[in-house]
């Protein structure tokens, strides 16, 4: 059973920058894929970025590539997630998601463990 923990969500003015990151625990970080997704008031879950198990492959929502980086640390058993250029549309609560098989998943519905979602607000 692996435990994920979301930080460093908050408020921040257009143009910011803020750096997410997802705590791991009680599973082998290093074996599962990992993802980024947010959801605004009214609105479905999205995808926004995901990184294979060695942080080698990423992928990233249309709306965020660019300005958004995913990363990983395996030996810290951390993801985070870099934000920059950030925009009032980016206002979500941000969750983080962990997965274990073959291929790298996008679909919210592909992942089996996820944190508690931490607030991120860009003030215009």
């Known amino acids: 059973q692996v435990q994920l923990v979301e930080s460093g969500g908050g408020l921040v003015q257009a143009g910011g920058s803020l750096r997410l990151s997802c705590a791991a625990s009680?599973?082998?970080?290093?074996?599962?894929?990992m993802g980024w997704f947010r959801q605004a008031p009214g609105k479905e879950r999205e995808f926004v970025a995901a990184?294979?198990?060695?942080?080698?492959?990423?992928y990233y929502a249309g709306s965020v590539k660019g300005r958004f980086t995913i990363s990983r640390d395996n030996v810290k058993n951390t993801m985070y997630l870099q934000m920059n250029s950030l925009k009032p549309e980016d206002t979500a609560v941000y969750y983080c998601?962990?997965?274990?098989?073959?291929?790298?998943?996008?679909?919210?519905?592909?992942?089996?463990?996820w944190g508690q979602g931490t607030q991120v607000t860009v003030s215009s």
């Open positions: 998601a962990a997965e274990l098989g073959a291929r790298i998943p996008t679909k919210s519905y592909d992942y089996d463990y």
């Open positions: 009680g599973g082998t970080f290093s074996s599962f894929h």
């Open positions: 990184v294979n198990w060695s942080g080698g492959t990423t």
